[in-house]
Every structure is written in structure tokens, then in C-alpha cells.
């Protein structure tokens, strides 16, 4: 059997071993070592790339960025710092129509900026801003699903584990992918925030549990008093502080993104202390949370790092480049097939199976057309996320469905009511496609 052919039933093989339930760091050092056994007929081979794979594939310095965003993002979580800023939002935009609506979307942003992780994004405002909204007459379709659609903010807004992983596979700076992050975020933040506006102010049977003949009053979403400014700082500074702290460091290029992780690790450690919310018990639960966490990344990315090397043995990224350029779809045309592809594996997988499966295929084919890799990554990362609140699979919405614990409640209501939220991550897909500015102006 030729190489490529080798190449490509394995990937196959792949899939299908995913699909029956094996695990996907286990499917891809598996296939990755039997692929290398295969291609070069030398198992000795085979096990010192495993070996050599294990050792590489995470040495760098940079591999610390994991364990410490991850620390970071479940000391935020722990201290409350979700609820206050939710506060803050629904106090801010209380005379708006479709407030907290949009206080849901506002707070997500803010959080996603510090703990980089979408499903703990969900849970936090699951169990925040749905019973909020719900009190104040918003559907339970409304409530959930915007907190589903907003709750993708964690992977897009830097610093964001995807990202990172991204960065690795594709070897472009993680800086860059962090600081490439920030427009994009915003643009889709602010997409929602037009959405739950129009509408509040011009569907509002969509959005609320009885329909209206006119808009609601601005006033029922109000809430019982006004937030006094102080109170407002005070609530505020914590995660401001964090955010600026992070992003501002990165951008000045004052420190590395490592350097940034252990920082950010080191500033949610002070707030979680300050608001006495991290006994022992809780401190030593975070830490081994953070280690399982950063193991599990860890290893899918040895097991990757195996993986991709198969491929470019096999000469998978030639031949598909090859194929797009004969078939004459252009790098457009590429970009279109490929982010359908990821669109349909997130049906079935999770965001981090889906990079470390297609990147490597990707990365090297949308490099030889023209792209700028940290433009690709976005759209790849904005396309991976609307998988997570797809069918079957939908992480984030069975998330919010687990953490709601409302029977109620099912799936499919949730499904429904992040479908607009899907769309408007569509078109701003579209948008960043074909203007790269928003992506890359602030990278340099």
C-alpha cells in the first residue's frame, strides 16, 4: 500500500475508533505510532518516535502557559468574581431593553478575558444569570440559550486554551493568537449584543414568556435598587484589574505568555484570598482540578505531536494541497471545504479533538495558499466553537442542561434558543474571512 493511501485509511481508522468511544489521546498515539510502523516497516522506529514524541512534543517553556491558565481560570471561579460581574453589567444596562440579555453577554466577555475556558463560562452564568432572567419574565429558551451562545466568549477572547493549543500545532506564536484574538471577540460580543436589542425591541414574544402587542417597558428589566458606584468599583476592579493586567502585558510585549499565566495565576490567588472564598479544602481541590486538567491537555498534545508527524510522513498535507489546487477551489475555496469539515466534526467531537485532528492536516495546506496563519487560526477557533453549541454533541448547551438541573428544561430548548447565536458566529466568520484586518491589525 502506498504511503498516502496508509495515510489516509489511518485517518479513517481514526475516526471511526473516536467515534466507537476509544479515547482521542489514546486513538491518536495509537494511530500515530502504527502509521510510522507501517510507512517505514521498523517497529523500533515507531516506539523512539513515541518515546522521542513524549519528550519533545512538551519540553518548551512554553508549555507552562497550560498549567498556569488553568490554575488562573479556576481560582477566578471560585471566588465569585462571575457573579459580581454580572452584577455590575445588569446594573449598567438596567434601563436597556433587553438588559440582561445583554448583561449576560457583557459579564461572559469580561470573565472569558480572564479564565479562558468556555465551559466554565457556562456553568458560572448557568447558575447566575438564567434564574435572573427567568424571574424577570425572560423564556427559559431565551435565558439558557444566550447563556450557552455567550459562554463560547471563553475560547475566543485571550487568553483562551484553544489558542494555545492552536499555537503549538501550527507553531505561530501564542502571543500573537492571544493579542489576534481581541477584535474578533469583540466583534461577535457585540453581534450578540445587536441581536438580544432587536430582538427586545422589536420580536419581544421571541425573548419573553408571554407575548406582547408592544416592546415591553424598559423598566421590568430593572433591577430592585440601584447599585451604589461604589459598590459598582468595588465589584468591578477585581476582574478589570486581571484583564488589563494580562492583555495589557502581552501587548506591550512587557512579558511572555507564560510569563502572563503565572501573573494572572498569581493575581486570581490575591482576589480569591482577599474575598475569603479559598479555604484549604477548596485551595487543594483547585490544584489537583488544575493538574488533572493540564495532564489531560498535556498528553493529547504528545499524542498530536506523534500524530502529525505520521501524517507529513505520509505525505497526507502534500497530496490534499495537491487535490485542492487540481479540483481548483482556490484558497477560498479550501478555506470554505475545510471550515465545513470542522463545522461537521463538531457535531460529533470536542473542540480540543477537533484541532489536534484537522490542524495538522490544515495548517500546512492554508500556509502553501497564501494564509496567515494566525488569521486561519481565528476563523478555525470562531468555527470550532460553533460547534459547541450544535447537535448532537453541543458541549456548552448540555453544560448549562447539567448545571441547571431544571427538568423542564431539555436540550433541545437550549439547542433552540442558541441557534441565533450560531448564526451571528457565522457571519462574522464570513467577515473575518474575507477582511484578514480584524484578525491581524493588532498583531503587527
Do not use: C
Not at 68 to 73: N, Y
Not at 257 to 285: D, H, K, S
Amino acid at each position: 500500500m502506498e504511503d498516502i493511501t496508509l495515510g489516509f485509511t489511518l485517518i479513517g481508522v481514526m475516526v471511526g475508533l473516536i467515534m466507537l468511544g476509544l479515547p482521542i489521546g489514546i486513538t491518536l498515539i495509537g494511530t500515530g505510532a502504527v502509521g510510522v510502523w507501517l510507512i517505514r516497516d521498523n517497529p523500533d522506529l515507531a516506539f523512539r518516535f513515541t518515546a522521542m514524541s513524549t519528550y519533545s512534543g512538551i519540553q518548551d517553556y512554553l508549555f507552562a502557559t497550560i498549567p498556569l491558565f488553568v490554575l488562573m481560570g479556576l481560582l477566578v471561579s471560585v471566588s465569585n468574581v462571575g457573579r459580581d460581574t454580572f452584577e455590575v453589567a445588569q446594573a449598567l444596562l438596567r434601563r436597556v431593553r433587553g438588559g440582561l440579555g445583554m448583561a449576560t453577554v457583557g459579564a461572559n466577555a469580561i470573565f472569558a478575558a480572564v479564565t479562558g475556558v468556555s465551559i466554565a463560562s457556562a456553568a458560572v452564568f448557568t447558575k447566575v444569570a438564567v434564574p435572573e432572567m427567568v424571574r424577570h419574565g425572560y423564556s427559559l429558551r431565551f435565558a439558557t440559550g444566550t447563556v450557552a451562545g455567550s459562554s463560547i466568549l471563553g475560547m475566543l477572547i485571550p487568553p483562551s486554551l484553544l489558542m494555545i493549543v492552536y499555537g503549538v500545532l501550527a507553531e505561530v506564536s501564542i502571543g500573537r493568537m492571544f493579542i489576534a484574538g481581541i477584535l474578533p471577540g469583540l466583534l461577535i460580543a457585540l453581534g450578540f449584543v445587536a441581536l438580544i436589542w432587536v430582538r427586545a425591541a422589536f420580536f419581544p414574544h421571541q425573548i419573553m414568556t408571554a407575548a406582547a402587542p408592544a416592546p415591553a417597558p424598559p423598566e421590568r428589566d430593572m433591577p430592585e435598587r440601584d447599585m451604589p458606584v461604589g459598590e459598582m468599583v468595588a465589584k468591578a476592579v477585581p476582574i478589570l484589574s486581571l484583564v488589563v493586567l494580562i492583555l495589557g502585558g502581552l501587548y506591550t510585549g512587557f512579558f511572555t505568555p507564560t510569563e502572563a499565566g503565572a501573573v494572572g495565576a498569581a493575581g486570581a490567588l490575591v482576589i480569591a484570598l482577599a474575598r475569603r472564598q479559598l479555604g484549604w479544602a477548596r485551595f487543594w481541590q483547585v490544584l489537583r482540578e488544575t493538574g488533572l486538567v493540564s495532564a489531560s491537555i498535556l498528553f493529547l498534545l504528545v499524542a498530536a505531536s506523534l500524530y502529525s508527524r505520521m501524517l507529513s510522513m505520509a505525505g497526507v498535507p502534500q497530496a490534499i494541497g495537491e487535490m485542492v489546487e487540481t479540483m481548483g477551489l482556490g484558497p477560498y475555496g479550501f478555506l470554505a471545504a475545510f471550515v465545513v469539515i470542522v463545522l461537521l466534526m463538531g457535531m460529533i467531537l470536542d473542540s480540543t479533538s477537533i484541532l489536534l485532528i484537522m490542524v495538522p492536516i490544515g495548517a500546512p495546506i492554508a500556509q502553501a495558499m497564501g494564509f496567515d496563519l494566525i488569521h486561519f487560526g481565528i476563523m478555525v477557533i470562531i468555527a470550532v466553537e460553533m460547534g459547541l453549541l450544535t447537535p448532537p454533541f453541543g458541549i456548552s448547551v448540555f453544560t448549562v442542561k447539567a448545571t441547571l438541573g431544571d427538568p423542564r428544561v431539555g436540550v433541545e430548548t437550549i439547542f433552540a434558543g442558541a441557534l441565533p447565536y450560531v448564526l451571528v458566529m457565522g457571519a462574522a466568520l464570513v467577515l473575518i474571512a474575507f477582511v484578514p484586518a480584524i484578525a491581524t491589525a493588532l498583531v503587527g
